[in-house]
């Protein structure tokens, strides 16, 4: 029988979601209830934005909630390799990575690519002028000898070629899921970096640190068919998938990372007179972020300036409940009941508080 091993993720560009929190407890959780191991992998291949800051801010978060990992950084007493897994860090994994890049290569289900971004950029533009979703897929005209010897000396990606049928998964929340061919591309899987994107190396790493239950949140759902896809091209195990319900804020929107992002736009876009003074920041900086809501201002930053301008950031990293607070305990047992409840009552019909993770274990 195959230990259950269940894995979190994080990239480390910023704080803690909460979100991730939950994900977090839910996979210790899980794997403590199977007498199984709890893998912690820092996903930092976007090394523009990835720090070491975040990272560790990230292990400070968890410990603080009181979720320890088996295999993973060694920190706060938790962590190691006794299995002989690691590296933990995918920055560090990139010649795993390779090795499968050329075996996809050689069955024939990755291909380069060349495009530029300015070109992607005109595609999409073009799909959206036709009021189409923009998807990207190999040329009828391609010539794979072409390409390799352009691949020698040229700048490119290479891309994850998908095959023409629908990807049914289960999920074990959802149940089967099924997605048409037409809603899935060919992916991009090695950056014009050289460095893997999420989606290849979460499949690898996971095959190699032998996850066997991928729990996350249902934002990730539409990722799944692709990684599936994957994992059958490289003769991988399928591990179960369970994706978690999305968390909300009070006005029906979902809660995302970008949240205080957003509360500060509106306030700089009301005020009409902020400068890049007033935000600390260069002023091109502070120009391309007004101009680009995929920019982010860093975080101090944008703290600071939310406090001259009066702003109360909504709560949405551990960080910030940590600041305001709270206890740990409060906070777990906030974020096991999120988007649902056990439906347990005490005797004066009052919903029964589970602050334990030994309970979560076992549901």
């Not at 010649?95 to 060349?114: S, T």
């Not at 700048?155 to 990807?167: D, G, I, N, W, Y």
């Not at 890049?276 to 120009?287: L, P």
């Amino acid at each position: 029988m195959t230990d259950t091993i269940t894995r979190f993720a994080p990239s480390p560009t910023g704080h803690l979601h909460i979100g991730g929190a939950r994900t977090a407890l839910f996979c210790e959780a899980y794997a403590r209830g199977q007498g199984g191991r709890f893998v912690l992998r820092i996903e930092d291949t976007d090394q523009k934005r990835s720090s070491e800051a975040a990272a560790a801010g990230i292990l400070d978060d968890l410990a603080w909630l009181g979720i320890c990992w088996d295999d993973g950084p060694e920190a706060h007493g938790c962590g190691g390799d006794d299995r002989g897994v690691g590296s933990f860090y995918q920055s560090k994994r990139r010649d795993i990575y390779d090795r499968c890049f050329q075996e996809l290569m050689d069955k024939g289900f990755a291909y380069p690519a060349f495009d530029t971004p300015e070109e992607l950029m005109a595609m999409r533009k073009e799909a959206e002028a036709q009021k189409k979703t923009f998807i990207y897929r190999q040329s009828e005209n391609y010539d794979h000898n072409e390409a390799m010897n352009r691949a020698k000396n040229e700048e490119h990606a290479l891309r994850f070629k998908m095959s023409h049928e629908p990807v049914t998964i289960h999920d074990e929340i959802l149940g089967e899921v099924t997605f048409p061919f037409e809603e899935l591309d060919d992916l991009v899987i090695k950056k014009r970096d050289g460095f893997p994107t999420y989606h290849f190396a979460v499949i690898v790493d996971d095959e190699h640190m032998g996850v066997t239950h991928v729990v996350r949140g249902q934002e990730h759902l539409s990722n799944t068919p692709r990684h599936v896809a994957m994992i059958k091209a490289m003769g991988y195990r399928i591990p179960k998938f369970a994706h978690l319900p999305l968390i909300f804020n009070f006005d029906g929107s979902k809660m995302s990372k970008r949240d205080k992002d957003k509360a500060v736009r509106a306030a700089v876009k009301a005020a009409g007179d902020i400068t890049a003074d007033d935000a600390g920041v260069e002023e091109k900086v502070f120009a391309k972020w007004k101009k680009d809501k995929s920019v982010q201002l860093p975080q101090d930053k944008l703290i600071a300036l939310a406090a001259k301008l009066g702003v109360e950031l909504p709560e949405i990293d551990v960080e910030d409940f940590r600041r305001a607070g709270y206890l740990p305990e409060a906070i777990i047992n906030y974020i096991a009941l999120l988007g649902w409840n056990p439906g347990e009552k005490d005797a004066e019909g009052k919903d029964v508080e589970r602050f334990d993770r030994a309970y979560l274990a076992v549901l």
